[in-house]
């Protein structure tokens, strides 16, 4: 009768079976790390920060991710704009972030809670 291969490797089932999956889980992983960006992407996604940043929104995603994520008060042009030169703006949603803002009359500077809407779009490679 032909040995089983754990039997082969001196092995018990369990063991040899838990080292099968652990390395083609391993193998999964290293497959799945992500590619480095080129720098026309880095490019892309530098100006697309500033369009954002310039027209009052933040951008939320960290830098170089492809996917990008940003909010911006509900009255604000950044999704249309952005729609406009041929990128694929999806609400994402809201959230509540804290904006600075100068007290009239006063003139002392705080903080409020300020509703904004989340938005998402994808670099272009």
């Not at 992500?34 to 920060?49: C, G, M, N, V």
């Not at 604000?76 to 809201?94: C, E, F, N, Q």
């Not at 009359?105 to 938005?119: A, E, L, R």
């Amino acid at each position: 009768m032909p040995k089983s291969p754990w039997q082969d490797a001196g092995l018990s089932r369990a063991v040899y079976y838990r080292q099968q999956l652990e390395a083609e889980r391993a193998e999964n992983i290293r497959k799945a790390e992500p590619k480095p960006l080129t720098k026309t992407q880095i490019e892309r996604w530098a100006d697309l920060h500033q369009i954002i940043f310039d027209n009052g929104g933040t951008v939320v995603s960290p830098p170089g991710q492809m996917r990008m994520r940003f909010n911006c008060e509900a009255d604000s042009g950044i999704p249309d704009y952005l729609r406009s030169k041929g990128h694929s703006v999806i609400p994402a949603g809201t959230a509540e972030v804290l904006r600075a803002c100068t007290e009239a009359g006063t003139g002392i500077q705080m903080v409020k809670p300020t509703h904004v809407f989340v938005y998402e779009l994808q670099v272009q490679k």
